[in-house]
């Protein structure tokens, strides 16, 4: 079965430069969702998306924006990195008439040197 | 507002003993549901349970069994005989109102879970 891929796995990143990391959900599935983790912590929510629309928002910095796309895979873009930022991404996708299961995508790791 | 208490930050156990995970929530609201994930050292989320809070039945899959309680507001994870495998980070999750659709989730802490040989 198809699962939510995440582009790229991996990324290197210098201060005050800027990143997007790319996220492509399951298909049919309607909503997706970034969250964050840092080293040591949970996963944190940052925002979401339905049907193109921004649906929910969390502790997402100024700095970060995001959208999701006609073919409903979404983007992240991150300027101005700083060290703090290094953590890794998760995206998850669902179907909003479901029951909420979210699947989630294998995660970008970003370091921010 | 909702939140999601794992007060069990490390735990390490000898292969073959059995271990329960703690989680305790908090929620106003009377729809949501509970998760549990399980996430290895490669780093993935690995999807383990949902429960929603209108089933309180407890639940087994081979050597995982999960009992949920609202009067206490916990939902505990148990795995019976652990093995090395085992070895992981679990996170209790919680998302609110199911019944508008899809709903982010929050998090606790994770419990570091070592299996010794």
């Known amino acids: 079965a198809a699962g939510v891929i995440q582009s790229p796995r991996h990324l290197i990143k210098e201060k005050r430069e800027t990143a997007t990391l790319k996220c492509y959900p399951i298909p049919r599935h309607d909503t997706v969702y970034w969250y964050q983790q840092g080293p040591g912590q949970d996963p944190q929510f940052l925002i979401s998306?339905?049907?193109?629309?921004?649906?929910d928002k969390g502790s997402i910095p100024d700095r970060f924006s995001a959208q999701q796309f006609s073919d409903y895979h979404s983007e992240l873009n991150m300027s101005s990195l700083e060290l703090g930022d290094s953590a890794l991404y998760f995206c998850a996708s669902s179907r909003r008439t479901g029951n909420n299961e979210q699947f989630f995508g294998p995660g970008t790791r970003l370091t921010v040197l | 507002a909702q939140k999601v208490t794992q007060a069990q930050t490390e735990i390490s156990v000898v292969e073959k003993e059995d271990v329960t995970l703690d989680c305790v929530y908090e929620?106003?609201?009377?729809?949501?549901?509970l998760f549990w994930y399980k996430q290895p050292p490669s780093g993935e989320l690995v999807f383990l349970i949902r429960r929603n809070s209108f089933d309180e039945q407890n639940e087994i899959s081979g050597r995982y069994s999960w009992n949920f309680q609202k009067s206490t507001s916990s939902f505990n994870f148990t795995i019976t005989a652990s093995q090395v495998v085992d070895s992981a980070v679990y996170f209790c999750?919680?998302?609110?109102?199911?019944?508008?659709?899809?709903?982010?989730?929050?998090f606790g802490q994770g419990t570091r879970l070592t299996i010794n040989p």
């Open positions: 998306f339905y049907e193109k629309m921004q649906s």
């Open positions: 929620t106003r609201d009377t729809t949501y549901y």
């Open positions: 999750a919680l998302s609110e109102g199911f019944l508008q659709g899809a709903q982010k989730l929050v």
